[in-house]
């Protein structure tokens, strides 16, 4: 059998295409070999096929070069899942920085508008939490002197986690109930070590405690004590039925130990020290909620993020954390224990105000004192005794209680651009306006009471 001529069979009986694309277009003729037929047919249909993967290859690393870090963050973001669905193949023929440009101007409302409704959502959530009895006991209580005199340290655990939180306490009258509760077994120098009372004290503070929960009665336990022991709790009794000074402060190490000036937390703490030492009598509940409760690790990311544009709110949102994660069960738990049932509340932040006052709380918050930077003003707080010692080259202005106070307001730029978002974003009450030292922020109005904005 003679060789199958291809060539001449297909010039003599088929108009075959000059180009393998042409032949997709072929159409056997009548007559032609059913062979060569078969073949073209063939021939194009795999053809096509390799075309249509061709095109597709070329624009396969366009599609995964869309960074995948973009859509996780804007799906944390945006509270909802991204996918490449309809729409996707446009998308992917940008280049990533057209991308992350577009998304910012095209979300950045949407984004606020979402993160104050979040923001009220996990306060609600945190509100819950707050609600929930935690017992506290204190642990051990010791003198603490300072540059503005002494305060007690009281060391707390809790059944809620197993950090260590703190109620720093001015005045010698205000005493811890769970301190003061004999232990099994306890000897008196064991009960001196905790820095819990003893004797004839121990029984007095017992009972004075026990008086707190029975206003109106008399309180007839004179006989417990010796007379130089009398004045103190003749002070004590003073103490259930005034309203001291509280702070109820948030752990921050990178502001407070470090004397980072991303936030004003170490000027805080200092400035709450000073206030109520003058007053000679307060209390601050220092709780280990580190980075509103995120802790220090997931924080000092929240500063990368920060460091490339977003803010205090967005970064913990893009970590996939609530804004704010802090709840204060514990802190009404620390304050009860001390005897506090009635305070004046240093904070700006009404969640703090709205969790401590939730349904169950015995709490009488009588009225919140703003804390305003000192530096966005140049009169205020003059004349303070600390500051006189700071000023003075003493040596103690190289302490970090006193150098908080003696913050200036360039230094302060990045302090007040983590304010101004505390303010718009998670409703801090602090009064942004076009005048002092950070655009927007006007010499603070000093007068405002937490009745007015809780029930707002
Ligand atoms: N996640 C996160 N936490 C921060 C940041 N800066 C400060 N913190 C933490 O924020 C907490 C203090 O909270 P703030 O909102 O500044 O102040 P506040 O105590 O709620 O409000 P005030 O009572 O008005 O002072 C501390 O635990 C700090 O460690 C930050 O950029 N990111």
Redesign the pocket.
């Known amino acids: 059998m003679p060789p199958i001529n291809l060539r001449a069979d297909l010039d003599s009986s088929t108009a075959v295409p000059s180009t393998p694309t042409d032949r997709s277009v072929a159409t056997p003729v009548e007559g032609g070999s059913s062979i060569e037929t078969h073949f073209n047919a063939s021939l194009d249909r795999a053809l096509n096929i390799l075309k249509r993967q061709d095109v597709l290859r070329q624009h396969e690393p366009e599609r995964s070069a869309t960074p995948m870090s973009w859509s996780s963050s804007t799906a944390t973001l945006a509270g909802k899942s991204t996918s490449y669905g309809e729409g996707a193949f446009d998308t992917a023929r940008k280049t990533p920085d057209d991308i992350i440009t577009s998304y910012h101007a095209s979300t950045i409302e949407e984004s606020l508008q979402m993160t104050k409704n979040k923001y009220k959502e996990d306060a609600d959530t945190a509100s819950q939490a707050s609600e929930k009895d935690v017992a506290v006991e204190c642990q051990a209580r010791a003198r603490i002197p300072y540059p503005g005199g002494h305060f007690y340290l009281h060391l707390y655990h809790t059944d809620e986690d197993d950090k260590e939180h703190l109620a720093i306490v001015f005045g010698d009258d205000i005493r811890s109930e769970s301190l003061e509760r004999a232990r099994d077994g306890e000897t008196d120098m064991g009960r001196k070590i905790r820095g819990a009372s003893i004797g004839a004290l121990r029984r007095m503070v017992a009972q004075d405690i026990k008086h707190r929960n029975q206003p109106g009665s008399d309180n007839d336990n004179t006989g417990f004590f010796e007379p130089d022991q009398a004045d103190m709790f003749a002070a004590s009794r003073v103490s259930i039925v005034d309203a001291p000074l509280v ?9 407070e130990t470090v004397s980072s000036v ?4 170490g000027y ?1 703490l200092a400035e709450a020290m000073r206030e109520i030492q003058q007053e000679g009598r307060g209390v601050i509940v220092y ?1 280990r ?6 802790g ?1 690790l ?2 000092l990311k ?2 990368n993020l ?1 460091d490339m544009g977003h803010d ?1 709110v967005d ?2 949102l893009l970590l996939n ?1 609530p ?4 709840t204060y069960g514990s802190a009404r738990s620390i304050l009860a224990d001390l005897g506090i049932s009635k305070l004046r ?5 009404t ?2 105000i709205r969790q401590l006052c939730g349904r169950s709380s015995q709490l009488d918050i009588v009225c919140h004192v ?2 305003y930077p000192r530096w966005w003003s140049d009169d205020v707080h003059q004349g303070a005794p600390v500051d006189q010692h700071a000023h003075g080259g003493d040596g103690i202005s190289q302490l970090s209680y006193a150098r908080h106070l003696n913050l200036k307001k360039g230094v302060m730029a990045e302090a007040d651009r ?1 304010l101004r978002t ?1 303010a718009e974003r ?1 409703g ?3 009064p942004l306006n076009a005048s002092l030292a950070l655009p927007g922020i006007v010499k603070p109005h000093v007068s405002a009471t937490s009745a007015l904005y809780l029930n707002n």
């Open positions: 702070r109820i402060h948030s752990e921050c190490f990178t502001g991303r936030c004003d937390c805080q709780l909620q580190e980075g509103r409760g995120i220090l997931e924080k929240a500063y920060q205090t970064a913990n954390h804004a704010d994660a802090r509340l240093l904070t700006n932040n969640d703090k703003p804390m983590y505390k998670m801090h009450m602090l």
